[in-house]
């Protein structure tokens, strides 16, 4: 039921530098979604990008996607060392089905 | 209450038991899911309710029922569970069944089967 997959599997950066991770997937969308998981915990939403929209900001994080590509971004600027976490992306199509891309595991070093 | 409240937060059972997992939201969502994790993998779906129905059942074999007993809960009841079942099993939230917001996730049950 995997619908994307994201890339690179892991990441590892300094405190202060930008991490970007990319996410492709299948088939068409009507909307596109980050999320972070902490080690063993739930997942937190981050922000909801829709498929007539090119780029999403908010806060330090800003979202790209290129549906003719089937493609899309995370950057995540100024990192910190509470960033460190996975982060999914999750695409919705109608119907209901909504699924989560294989993740990348990020590490900011302090 | 913006949140989504799962127990337990451990389980471990043996195959022959019968446990159940629960999930409450007072947020007014219309539709809640469960997923399965299991360690560094993506959170696979295993059902969705959409106003208190059935909606998606992913293959999931019989051995894991849901049960939706109103708006608000989602039970998991499990029953003659292998090993490999152990996992976090996560619930989920959203405002509108059709998409276009944001899931809400709980913080899963542990669960192990020995």
């Known amino acids: 039921s995997q619908q994307g997959e994201e890339d690179p599997q892991a990441l590892s950066i300094q405190e202060g530098e930008n991490a970007t991770m990319n996410c492709s997937y299948k088939t068409s969308i009507n909307n596109l979604q980050w999320y972070r998981q902490n080690s063993g915990r739930g997942l937190v939403h981050l922000i909801l990008i829709r498929s007539n929209e090119r780029e999403k900001h908010s806060g330090r994080l800003r979202v790209t996607l290129d549906t003719s590509k089937k493609s899309s971004s995370l950057l995540i600027t100024a990192s910190r060392a509470a960033d460190t976490a996975s982060y999914f992306c999750a695409t919705f199509r109608t119907g209901n089905q909504f699924y989560f891309g294989t993740g990348t595991s990020l590490t900011v070093i302090p | 209450d913006t949140e989504v409240t799962q127990t337990p937060k451990h389980l471990v059972m043996g195959m022959t038991n019968k446990k159940s997992l629960k999930c409450e939201q007072h947020m007014g969502h219309r539709a809640m899911y469960w997923y399965k994790q299991k360690a560094k993998k993506p959170p696979e779906l295993m059902f969705v309710?959409?106003?208190?129905?059935?909606?998606i059942n992913e293959s999931v074999p019989s051995r894991f029922s849901p049960e939706c007993p109103n708006s608000s809960l989602l039970n998991l009841h499990l029953h003659a569970l292998q090993p490999e079942d152990s996992a976090l099993y996560l619930c989920?939230?959203?405002?509108?069944?059709?998409?276009?917001?944001?899931?809400?996730f709980g913080s899963g049950t542990r669960l192990t089967v020995v």
């Open positions: 309710y959409s106003y208190e129905k059935l909606s």
């Open positions: 989920a939230s959203s405002q509108d069944p059709a998409g276009g917001y944001g899931y809400t």
